[in-house]
């Protein structure tokens, strides 16, 4: 089955704790990206990649990290949480390296984190 | 910024009723895409519909249709006969230019049974 799989779906951590939320997808796409979703603020891009070892910030990359060593896989990492970043986290992966400028964007089923 | 603007921020209606959920959206391009998206109470953002610019047919799948005028810049979204299952929170969305989405605010749609 086509997927986009993240992992975990829900954390509790402690600020300062370096953690990493992996997400992976099966449909050889080039686009990955990675969003949080709060109440009030919507969804917003925290980086994104084009292709393999190509990544760009997004509109609330701070406090976030991530890479791209391979096609299939788009970890984000938070080397050193805050509370400010308890979210919903989704990551997503479109065919093509325009994102959804070309095609449809497919989303993980979420991972729900809380830093105290 | 180009918006996407969801001006109804919750919609209860009872089951088996119609119901229209209105998407507006700014853009200076010539020819783009407008996006569904569902969230169910349990988290997950589900694709829902892709329709480009030059296309302004209206689209039929099963309950659902969309219908999109590029006069008035809107993108509405149609649920008929309404169930319980189709609670949930729709966001109609655009490209940016990072290759993202820019997401609407979204529509709470409560089914009642």
């Known amino acids: 089955e086509a997927q986009v799989t993240q992992n975990p779906r829900y954390l509790i951590t402690v600020t300062g704790k370096k953690l990493t939320v992996t997400c992976s997808q099966n449909?050889?796409?080039?686009?990955m990206s990675w969003y949080r979703q709060d109440p009030g603020l919507g969804l917003r891009q925290i980086y994104y990649?084009?292709?393999?070892?190509?990544?760009d910030k997004g509109d609330v990359p701070e406090g976030y990290k991530v890479s791209r060593k391979e096609k299939r896989n788009f970890p984000l990492i938070l080397e050193s949480p805050s509370p400010n970043q308890t979210s919903l986290y989704f990551c997503?992966?479109?065919?093509?390296?325009?994102?959804?400028?070309?095609?449809?964007?497919?989303f993980g089923n979420g991972t729900r984190l809380t830093v105290t | 910024a180009q918006k996407v603007t969801q001006a109804q921020t919750e919609i209860s209606v009872v089951e088996k009723e119609d119901v229209t959920l209105d998407c507006v959206y700014e853009t200076r391009d010539t020819t783009y895409y407008l996006f569904w998206y569902k969230q169910p109470p349990s988290g997950e953002l589900v694709f829902l519909i892709r329709?480009?610019?030059?296309?302004?047919q209206n689209e039929i799948s099963g309950r659902y249709s969309w219908n999109f005028q590029k006069s008035t810049s809107s993108f509405n979204f149609t649920i008929t006969a309404s169930q319980v299952v189709d609670s949930a929170v729709y966001f109609c969305a655009r490209p940016g230019s990072q290759g993202n989405l820019i997401f609407g605010k979204g529509t709470k749609l409560s089914v009642k049974p």
């Open positions: 990649s084009m292709n393999v070892e190509v990544t």
């Open positions: 329709r480009n610019s030059f296309d302004e």
């Open positions: 449909m050889n796409h080039e686009y």
């Open positions: 997503a992966s479109s065919y093509g390296t325009g994102g959804a400028v070309a095609s449809p964007l497919h």
